[in-house]
């Protein structure tokens, strides 16, 4: 899903933190997880805001399903910075993570009394989403704005959206239901 960036962020950092910055990033790609985290957690006391160090430690929280605390990390890097494209996607996919599941048997048990109700489609996209099943969850995602035109406008579409990022809008499936939304 989300590459392992194998590059260092420019920061107000001085040298001694930057050669820590290069050497995290080297153990983070080689799947090092505990030395990587060890050097961006010593950065971080030295430099807080380290942008690199918050990207790195978010990384691997990530990795290892820790999504809150990815999500604190990656909520601090600075926007802009390099790398922000796979930022914006892992910052999608834990919206996906951290999201509730929703109910589905009562979802499934009101399609069948109302095929149109876009309520039960938003739930059944954004279990298809937490599943990492994508084109279902456009699918339903889809049904859902249909079906209630402010959900156009509302969670659904956010959802849609944060799909397309994670997805790439240059992907054929991103294309094809951006075509369809628009």
């Not at 690199?52 to 290892?64: E, K, R, W």
């Amino acid at each position: 899903f989300v590459k392992i960036r194998k590059y260092s962020w420019k920061s107000s950092a001085g040298r001694e933190e930057e050669a820590s910055l290069s050497e995290a990033d080297r153990l983070l790609s080689a799947g090092r997880w505990e030395a990587a985290q060890a050097l961006y957690t010593e950065v971080l006391k030295k430099e807080p805001k380290a942008s690199s160090a918050h990207f790195g430690l978010g990384t691997i929280a990530f990795h290892q399903g820790r999504y809150a605390e990815a999500a604190k990390h990656l909520g601090q890097v600075e926007p802009g910075a390099p790398g922000s494209a796979d930022l914006s996607k892992m910052m999608a996919l834990l919206w996906f993570e951290l999201a509730p599941l929703p109910d589905l048997m009562a979802a499934r048990k009101r399609l069948a009394e109302d095929p149109g109700d876009g309520a039960a489609h938003l739930a059944r996209g954004l279990a298809y989403a937490k599943g990492r099943q994508y084109e279902p969850a456009l699918e339903e995602l889809m049904k859902a704005m249909e079906a209630d035109p402010p959900a156009r406008e509302g969670e659904a579409k956010d959802a849609f959206l944060k799909i397309i990022e994670i997805l790439g809008r240059e992907s054929e499936i991103g294309r094809r239901f951006m075509l369809r939304l628009s």
